[in-house]
Structures are given as structure tokens and as C-alpha cells.
């Protein structure tokens, strides 16, 4: 008794600090093993960066006795590897090319039920960057680096997608499923009856406590006050006056809304389809949908699979015909050697200023961004939108930037830094990605502060305290 009365007062602590159970010391030895592990793979990568004749006898007993180590960094360093080759850019010669595009013209033109998969490649062309390239939008934000483009409401239809409407006139294409969010496909003048953007538009925004759902299509990007769970635009239904909503799906996020994502359109495509054309995607999203490559038929019977990329895809080595090339090169060769003309976007014929529903006066301060408009629009007042003074971003007199925390910035068209190009991140474009980074950054910075705080109350039980490494956010 007397015994533990004198370790009481030796640690007081010990009389105040509940008893811990076996899982959380199960836990906290863990996150100490964890932590020395990352110590000892930081010292041995150390190690191997150098030559044999620079290593230490020390060094070299730690590599001898850590060997399955060694060989851990060794397959991360492989896999990293081949990461990195599946993100490069490949082209096909111009030999090759002219062989898989002869190919693939044949193909369409025997086609019995063409489907087209379309995703952020098709775009480049138009000044808006892809995602997963090696200046995509991801590819970008992952490194904390900023992303620069022109106004995608300047953005025009490509030669790809006129191509595609061409095809579709002449019964060569059934159905387009894209996932792209910039309206082009709709702009170009594709039907929409025939169109599924499973990704939204950025053009339109629903009333969904309306059956059917009213559709409200404007002449500027919706998504200026929207992001990931959180889709109010601002703006209410002349119908029911109820709160509009973007049709953005984000990633981790289902589909909402019926248009412009048309998925039942899609999916009855999907299944009568004998071929599948992807032009521009990384397929590494489109993939997740079964329903879309007819895996519910026997080999024999599924459709074949024709891809146009410049990077790898995860559906490669599945593919009757892959084509390494930029889509509007591959495109203007196929219609070559099918003999027809694509056709030349005309703004003045751009179908979304007669789909585009008229502001109300109370609406004309819900938006900042850029509004499309017909070449003379700026001077004259037309119908088609209500334009006012006080709605100056319209007339293209001012560009809007957004700021890496989300801040609208207003920049003047004469000011010295204002080119052509500004900073965006607006509802849909590469928001969320670097909130899971930061995220990710916050939960490792609590998980050191409760081995610290381990480490500590360790201190208090014994006389001896043992120093425990821990590992830094981000390594």
C-alpha cells in the first residue's frame, strides 16, 4: 500500500488519468510504428540517391537488413513510372494516321448504330484545356498552380463538332454522350433529343419542384455562385418561384436533374448501339458506367470500340482501333475520305439564342461573368436577352477573375495585366480538387498532434521519455 501511495505522489497524473483501453493503446502503438516507418523509408531513400563508394558501413547494414524496404520504394518508384508515361501525350506518324483514320472512315460508314462518347478533348481546340493532360485542369490544381484561360463563353464549336453534326444529318450518328460541360455540343447545333451531357451544361439551370421540370437556358455560365453540394444560382422559377439549380455534376455527386444529362436517351443508345466512337477522353470517368458498353452482352455480340486520344485509357487494350491524335486532325481526315463538307459555326445560326429564356429586370444583378452575345450585341439592344448599363461585364468591357479562394475580381479591359487570359475556378471547373488536397493536409496535421500529445502523456508515466518520430504533412 505504502508502495503505491509513493508512486501517486511521484505522478499525481496517474490518479486523474482514466484507464485506457486496450483498443486505444492498440491505436496510439499504431501510429507509432506507423510514424517510425516513415522515418526509416526517408532515410534509406536518402541512402539510395547515393553511390556505393558514398555509403557508410552503417548505410549499408541498414539496406542489407531492410530489403523488403528497398524493395517497396522500389515498386512505387516503377509504378510512378508508369504513371507518368500513361499521362504523356503520344501522337501517331503521319503515316499511321493516315491508315487508322482510312480505317476508321470505313468503319462509320458501315455502322449500323453509331454512338460518340465525347469528353474534354474535343474542346482544346477551342482554348478550353482538358483535365487530365499535361496541362489539365487536375493536373494543375493537383500542383497548387493556378488555371488560365480565355472566357469559355468565347469559346466557339470546334471542326469536331460540326463534324459531328454533319454525320448525325446524314443517319451516320445516332447519339452523343458527352461530358463536357460547356455547352458546344449544344451551341453547334447537335439535336438535342440526340445530345445526353451526363455532366451538365453550363448554360442551363432547372426548376426541379416543377413537373416536368422547367428548363431555363441562358446566354451566360450559371454556375458563377455554385459549387460542389451547393448548386442555388440565385435566380428563382417564373413558374412556381421556387430557387433555381445549375445541372453541374460534380465528382462524388449523382445527376439530379432529367436535362440536358437526357441519361435515359443515352442508355437506350448505349444498348442498340454496334459501335462506339470516344473522341477526347480519358474514359477514366465514362469507364464506371457498365451500361454504356454493353457488358451485359456476350463478347461477340457487345459493340466495337473505336478510341481517339492522345493519352493511354483504361480501355486500350479493349478497343478494336485506337487512333493517337488530336480530334479535329483525326475528324477533318475521316470526312475527307467520306466526302463530306463540315460545316462553318455561324453565331448568327447558334441555336442557344433562340432556347435562351429572357431576364427579368429583378435578375439582371444575379450575375457578373460574361454574357454571350451576336456580334453587334454590344451596341444594340436585341430581344433575345435584356441588357442594361448596369450589366457592363455584357458588353465585354470588363473581364471577371476569380481568385484561388473564390473571390470575384472585376479587371478593366485597359488595365496593363489584363490580356486575353484570366484566373478561373468557377462552379465547374476544377473546384473541389484542391479542398480535398487541403483537406487531406488537415487530417495528417491531426493525426501529428495526437501522436505528439501520445508521445507526451507517455512522457508522464515514465521517468524516461522516449522521443518518437514523427512524419511531416505531405512526405
Excluded at 246 to 271: R, S
Excluded at 312 to 339: F, H, Y
Excluded at 441 to 461: A, D, L, P, T, Y
Amino acid at each position: 500500500m505504502a508502495t503505491e501511495e509513493g508512486e501517486i505522489n511521484q505522478n499525481p497524473a496517474k490518479l486523474c488519468r482514466p484507464r485506457r483501453s486496450s483498443a486505444e493503446s492498440a491505436s496510439r502503438t499504431w501510429v507509432s510504428q506507423k510514424a517510425e516507418k516513415k522515418t526509416k523509408e526517408k532515410r534509406i531513400k536518402v541512402i539510395l540517391k547515393k553511390s556505393e563508394e558514398e555509403r557508410t558501413e552503417e548505410e549499408r547494414a541498414l539496406l542489407e537488413t531492410s530489403e523488403d524496404v528497398v524493395a517497396e520504394l522500389a515498386r512505387r518508384a516503377r509504378q510512378r513510372q508508369c504513371v507518368k508515361k500513361k499521362m504523356e501525350e503520344v501522337e501517331d506518324s503521319a503515316e499511321v494516321l493516315a491508315v487508322k483514320t482510312t480505317q476508321l472512315s470505313e468503319a462509320i460508314s458501315q455502322a449500323r448504330h453509331l454512338v460518340v462518347y465525347t469528353g474534354a478533348g474535343v474542346s482544346t481546340a477551342a482554348s478550353i484545356p482538358d483535365y487530365r493532360g499535361p496541362n489539365g485542369v487536375w493536373t494543375l490544381l493537383q500542383k497548387g498552380l493556378d488555371v488560365t484561360t480565355t472566357s469559355l463563353v468565347d469559346a466557339e464549336p470546334t471542326l469536331t463538332h460540326m463534324s459531328l453534326v454533319k454525320l448525325q444529318e446524314k443517319g451516320l450518328v445516332q447519339h452523343i454522350v458527352s461530358q463536357n460541360c460547356d455547352g458546344l455540343h449544344l451551341r453547334s447545333g447537335f439535336p438535342q433529343d440526340a445530345l445526353s451531357e451526363v455532366h451538365g451544361n453550363m448554360y442551363i439551370e432547372v426548376c426541379t419542384k416543377c413537373k416536368p421540370e422547367n428548363v431555363y437556358t441562358r446566354l451566360f455560365d450559371v454556375t458563377e455562385r455554385t459549387a460542389k453540394f451547393r448548386h442555388d444560382t440565385g435566380r428563382k422559377c417564373h413558374r412556381c418561384r421556387r430557387s433555381l439549380r445549375d445541372t453541374i455534376v460534380h465528382f462524388g455527386e449523382k445527376g439530379a436533374v432529367d436535362q440536358p444529362l437526357n441519361w435515359k436517351a443515352g442508355i437506350e443508345a448505349a444498348d442498340d448501339a454496334d459501335m462506339i466512337l470516344c473522341l477526347g477522353s480519358s474514359l477514366k470517368v465514362l469507364r464506371r458506367y457498365p451500361f454504356l458498353w454493353g457488358t451485359d452482352r456476350s463478347k461477340a455480340l457487345r459493340p466495337k470500340l473505336y478510341i481517339v486520344n492522345l493519352q493511354w485509357t483504361p480501355k486500350d487494350s479493349q478497343a478494336t482501333l485506337k487512333i493517337n491524335g488530336k480530334c479535329d486532325e483525326v475528324m477533318k481526315m475521316v470526312m475527307d475520305r467520306l466526302q463530306l463538307d463540315v460545316p462553318v459555326y455561324q453565331r448568327s445560326q447558334d441555336p442557344i439564342f433562340s432556347l435562351a429564356i429572357q431576364l427579368k429586370s429583378t435578375e439582371l444583378k444575379t450575375f457578373t461573368t460574361k454574357m454571350l452575345q451576336l456580334s453587334d450585341m454590344c451596341n444594340n439592344n436585341t430581344d433575345t436577352q435584356i441588357l442594361t448599363d448596369d450589366l457592363k461585364p455584357v458588353c465585354d468591357e470588363q473581364l471577371v477573375a476569380t481568385s484561388p479562394g473564390g473571390d470575384t475580381v472585376k479587371q478593366d479591359r485597359d488595365s496593363k495585366d489584363d490580356v486575353k487570359l484570366c484566373t478561373l475556378k468557377p462552379g465547374w471547373f476544377g473546384k473541389g480538387c484542391r479542398k480535398r488536397v487541403v483537406k487531406r493536409r488537415r487530417s495528417s496535421q491531426v493525426s501529428i498532434e495526437c501522436v505528439k500529445e501520445e508521445v507526451k502523456e507517455e512522457g508522464m508515466e515514465t521517468e524516461e521519455t522516449t522521443s518518437v518520430p514523427v512524419s511531416q504533412p505531405g512526405q
